[in-house]
């Protein structure tokens, strides 16, 4: 059975440029999730997913991020324009009906 | 709010030694416990968990005790193998289902 697929698995854009995340969860997976995980730390939830809609978007920081998961499938999470400060790796999970979270291996963005 | 607090690392030990890493925790309801480990290169993985006081988690020969009295939920193996040098997450799940609090993360590396 394949797991959560993520890409790019890297990418290195300037600042201010617009960039996107792409996340396809295990099958039947009904809740995904976004996580941010900066250099030494824990990750830290962006937003949760049941089915299409968006159940818990507090910590996204909406005047930069945005995400979708129009057909409750897969889900991309966008950032436009970036800042040097959002360099760091972001994590998909998934799960049923929010039970154990399985994750991506992660895209590690490196903004310059 | 709820909080996840780890012990610095790195932690350094040689293959056969005993590991301990400690984990406390800081929530105003009942969580569950988890500990996730991360491999270079991987995604998280969810090593073993606890829901409840006193129960024990453990899997591939790790494990750890829920201890409600000192808010604990600290990792133990008994001897350590090189290929168990990874990042170690300790993390809980409380008032959202499914919503993860992560500590910082304890890296550890076993030398033969």
């Known amino acids: 059975e394949a797991g959560v697929v993520q890409s790019p698995r890297y990418k290195i854009i300037e600042k201010k440029q617009p960039v996107a995340f792409w996340c396809n969860p295990i099958?039947?997976?009904?809740?995904l999730y976004w996580y941010l995980q900066n250099l030494g730390q824990g990750p830290e939830l962006l937003i949760r997913y049941e089915n299409e809609e968006a159940v818990d978007d507090s910590q996204l920081p909406k005047d930069r991020f945005s995400a979708e998961r129009l057909k409750g499938v897969d889900s991309t999470l966008k950032i436009q324009p970036a800042e040097l400060g959002d360099s760091a790796v972001y994590l998909c999970?998934?799960?049923?009906?929010?039970?154990?979270?399985?994750f991506g291996p992660g895209t590690r963005l490196t903004v310059l | 709010g709820d909080s996840v607090t780890q012990m610095e690392g790195p932690v350094t030990l040689s293959e056969e030694a005993f590991l301990t890493i400690n984990c406390t925790y800081t929530?105003?309801?009942?969580?569950?416990l988890f500990w996730y480990v991360q491999y270079p290169g991987e995604g998280l993985q969810l090593l073993l968990k606890?829901?409840?006081?006193?129960d024990k988690g453990s899997n591939k020969g790790f494990e750890a005790t829920y201890r409600k009295e000192t808010t604990s939920f600290h990792l133990e193996k008994g001897s350590v193998q090189v290929s168990d040098s990874a990042v170690y997450f300790c993390a809980l799940s409380d008032q959202a289902p499914g919503k993860l609090i992560f500590g910082q993360g304890t890296t550890l590396q076993v030398k033969p």
């Open positions: 999970a998934s799960s049923f009906e929010g039970n154990e979270q399985f």
């Open positions: 099958s039947g997976h009904n809740t």
């Open positions: 929530a105003t309801g009942y969580p569950s």
């Open positions: 606890a829901t409840k006081a006193d």
